[in-house]
């Protein structure tokens, strides 16, 4: 073979004709005017389409601004009552991110691939709909890319689109306290350190220990693609290039600051993304009284805030952009709605005696904000040690007090919140923290661009010899079987569609239930319940954690299926029911989309392996579109069957893909 190939490059001809004598990239804003209030952004090409120029959508992307923010939501609050004798706190402030000691440059991040903040997607094409508007389109899309994207592929476009994915064997899964009670310290304080429930948010890489222990895999040992993504973001430019803190070195050169290459002034005209503004908290305590009492706490809040420019390619966005021919004179109506998405993060310092100082007892989300419903894209990084969070949680505190026993604690309450455009959209923060919080200092609105071809008239003459075009592409329909019981025990066969046509495959993706008939709720200390059977807020799903990547590319750990198959007109798709986790991987999940179905030694693509299935990415997939012509246009019925095989109640979130055909004039861009 490789003779061939000699012989072959021998004879090439060295300079072949140009296709095209001119590419430029054109841009155009959307229609919001700044202003995503409404979570939602609109664009038409109608600008495009006078050009008399090819598009070429295929390569197309959106730029999305992004700005998140972490800040105070409110003064921390005294409970319980502390002793007399003039107790004093010299300094209770956690939110501290403009000193160096206790910077949180890696205590919050955004989860794998910028695409995670569009939660649907509509396409109109001269005024008629031809992709269907399909919530929680974001899952459906990171499959598609674990699955077709190789390791090269992350590795040239990672740092590009967002993309890194989660380390499946990271994951831990904490329970909370139980208690109450004012001051009363959890029973261990490390279960509330990374959040609660399903956690995957350690950023701090530890080697593997191997030695005298049952195996955790790498459990809360750190998550290198999480890490990796927070690298993306998080240009910082009072960072030191060197060891010292700016003074002079021993060997007499000097220790500069980032600012010294690229400031922050330079970061704006670049569009770098970067950390954009930072304001420490600065909260002191006191008790005069001379009875216990709650301490008057006074002061002023802090803010950390990231000015992010996204890319996401349309191609990774919807299949008809990745199947579309080069057009003219096309008018495509797209519109996005936006997972702008608020998590409040709840923090309380003890005291058990009036004599110790106030000790942490870690960090919960009580509450996440998401007017669409769908995935939180941001992640907080965990506070055990070395991690992202740890200088957060262990910021230093002192509280001096007299003689007392009461039990005592101050709460506070932070908001993660990640906005599109350059406005943070959540009114409490930008109401609390008027005084210092900023707009982001990027882009303001979301751009289109589009690579215009201008065609060597030879090769346009050739191209439009047929100039009707043959557009097949796939949509998708997406459904919800919720609240099925773990244990092994529980069968479930439910149908999901009376009727789609050429159906192409099934997708489950199955998550920790979050339904409060699963488990008995939780009530915690910080004023709301968790569901015991997905550790996190009760009713809420677990893909709006803040601690989980789950629905962004990860499922629940360890959620799979046994005695599975999936029905098509009540006819079984897979020959026999599959009981085995390596028939599903093997037989189902190996090999689709990638490079030659997986089949070729050293040409493939994929980067879900047989350890990443077994443990946080549980595809549960089926191609089912092998079938004669004169079928693909009868629908068919889907129906769903199988038993949990995981301890832990599931919701089932089925995706169901299906054909699309369309034809259109390249020259006029008319459908026909």
């Given at each position: 073979m490789?003779?061939?190939?000699v ?5 090439e001809v060295?300079g072949?004709?140009n ?14 005017n ?10 038409d090409t ?8 090819y598009?070429?959508y ?11 923010t972490y800040?105070?939501?409110?003064a ?9 004798a ?7 402030s ?9 910077s ?13 903040i569009?939660h649907?997607?509509t ?21 598609k890319?674990?699955t077709?994207?190789?390791?090269n592929d992350?590795?040239?476009?990672g740092?590009?689109?967002g993309?890194?994915?989660?380390d ?9 306290s ?8 959890p ?6 350190f ?5 956690v995957?948010?350690?950023n701090?890489?530890i ?18 693609g999480?890490l990796k ?17 700016g ?7 000097t ?10 002034s330079?970061?704006n ?8 503004n930072?304001?420490?908290e600065a ?12 301490l008057?706490?006074t002061?002023t ?17 919807h299949s008809f952009?990745?199947?579309c021919?080069?057009?003219?004179g ?18 309380s ?11 942490m007892s ?20 965990s ?6 969070n ?7 505190a ?16 932070y ?23 900023t707009q982001?200092k990027?882009s303001?609105?979301v751009?289109?661009y ?8 030879t ?6 010899s ?11 329909y ?9 244990g092994?025990?529980t ?8 009727g ?21 709720a ?5 004023g ?14 677990v ?13 629940s ?12 007109s ?12 390596y ?5 189902q ?16 693509s994929?980067l ?16 089912v ?18 038993t949990v095989?995981s301890?832990?109640s ?8 299906y ?8 020259l006029?861009?008319a459908?026909?």
């Amino acid at each position: 073979m490789c003779d061939k190939l000699v012989f072959d490059l021998s004879q090439e001809v060295e300079g072949t004709p140009n296709v095209f004598v001119r590419k430029d990239w054109v841009n155009i804003l959307d229609n919001q005017n700044q202003n995503y209030n409404n979570n939602q952004s609109i664009i038409d090409t109608s600008q495009l389409s006078n050009s008399n120029k090819y598009m070429s959508y295929r390569e197309s992307y959106l730029s999305i601004p992004m700005l998140l923010t972490y800040g105070t939501a409110n003064a921390p609050t005294s409970s319980g009552t502390f002793a007399a004798a003039g107790a004093s706190g010299t300094n209770i402030s956690l939110l501290v991110p403009a000193t160096s000691g206790t910077s949180l440059d890696y205590s919050i991040g955004l989860k794998n691939w910028f695409g995670q903040i569009i939660h649907s997607f509509t396409m109109d094409y001269n005024g008629t709909t031809i992709c269907q508007q399909t919530p929680y389109l974001n899952m459906w899309n990171s499959f598609k890319l674990m699955t077709s994207l190789s390791l090269n592929d992350v590795s040239t476009q990672g740092a590009t689109i967002g993309f890194y994915p989660d380390d499946p064997l990271a994951w831990g899964f904490y329970t909370t306290s139980t208690t109450t009670a004012a001051g009363t310290n959890p029973t261990s304080s490390l279960d509330t350190f990374s959040g609660q429930g399903t956690v995957n948010n350690t950023n701090y890489i530890i080697t593997d220990t191997v030695k005298g222990q049952f195996n955790s895999f790498r459990s809360m040992m750190g998550n290198d693609g999480l890490l990796k993504r927070q690298q993306l973001i998080n240009y910082d430019s009072l960072a030191n290039t060197g060891f010292g803190n700016g003074s002079t070195l021993a060997n007499g050169n000097t220790d500069d600051l980032f600012s010294a290459l690229l400031t922050d002034s330079a970061c704006n005209s670049l569009w770098k993304s970067y950390i954009s503004n930072k304001v420490s908290e600065a909260y002191t305590a006191s008790n005069s009284n001379t009875a216990d009492t709650a301490l008057t706490i006074t002061g002023t809040p802090g803010i950390l805030q990231f000015s992010i420019v996204a890319t996401v390619y349309l191609k990774h966005l919807h299949s008809f952009f990745n199947m579309c021919p080069l057009l003219k004179g096309v008018f495509m109506k797209l519109t996005l709605n936006l997972n702008n998405t608020s998590s409040t993060i709840k923090v309380s310092r003890d005291m058990t005696t009036a004599a110790t100082a106030l000790a942490m007892s870690g960090m919960q989300c009580s509450a996440v904000a998401n007017a669409l419903g769908g995935v939180n894209p941001v992640m907080i990084s965990s506070g055990i040690a070395n991690n992202g969070n740890e200088s957060f949680l262990t910021a230093p505190a002192t509280l001096t007090t007299g003689t007392g026993a009461s039990a005592r604690q101050v709460l506070y309450t932070y908001i993660a919140n990640i906005s599109v455009g350059a406005i943070c959209l959540d009114q409490t923060l930008t109401s609390y923290c008027s005084s210092i919080i900023t707009q982001g200092k990027l882009s303001k609105s979301v751009y289109l661009y589009v690579p215009a071809m201008t065609f060597n008239p030879t090769f346009e003459q050739a191209y439009l010899s047929n100039s009707v075009k043959q557009i097949k592409y796939t949509d998708i329909y997406q459904y919800q079987v919720t609240n099925i019981s773990g244990g092994g025990n529980t069968n479930f066969n439910n149908l999901i569609t009376n009727g789609i046509a050429n159906i192409k495959s099934v997708l489950i993706l199955p998550f920790y239930s979050q339904s409060s008939s699963s488990g008995t709720a939780v009530a915690t200390r910080f004023g709301h319940s968790n569901n015991t059977n997905s550790g996190f807020i009760n009713g809420v799903p677990v893909f709006q954690s803040p601690f989980d990547p789950a629905g962004t590319g990860a499922t629940s750990p360890i959620s799979h299926i046994t005695n599975f198959n999936v029905q098509i007109s009540g006819q079984n798709a897979i020959y026999n029911t599959q009981k085995y986790n390596y028939e599903q991987f093997n037989n189902q999940l190996y090999g689709q989309n990638a490079v030659n179905g997986g089949l070729t030694d050293g040409i493939t693509s994929g980067l879900i392996d047989r350890i990443g299935f077994d443990m946080e990415y549980c595809y549960y997939y089926v191609n089912v579109e092998r079938m004669l012509p004169v079928e693909m246009s009868v629908p068919k019925s889907v129906q769903i069957l199988g038993t949990v095989a995981s301890q832990k109640s599931l919701d089932l979130y089925v995706f169901i893909e299906y054909g699309v055909e369309i034809q259109i004039d390249a020259l006029t861009g008319a459908r026909v």
